[in-house]
């Protein structure tokens, strides 16, 4: 479990992103908008620190 503060991606996915679902996942297309009323978006979450990681944790930043 970590901790982070969260960026919401809307629009323009990072293409080294969209590239790396599609080759874990054959070929899904992270970008693509499913009904056009819907709205698809990314959640970066950088680790500011990790809990319950077995004696202290280690902090990143």
């Given at each position: ?18 590239e790396a ?24 979450i950088p ?15």
């Open positions: 479990m970590a901790e982070g503060i969260a960026r919401v991606h809307r629009r323009a996915f990072p293409s080294t992103v969209v679902f599609a080759s874990k996942y054959g070929g899904w297309d992270a970008s693509r908008q499913v009904r056009p009323e819907s709205d698809r978006v990314l959640l970066e680790v500011r620190r990790w809990l319950l990681a077995g004696g202290g944790g280690h902090a990143t930043r």
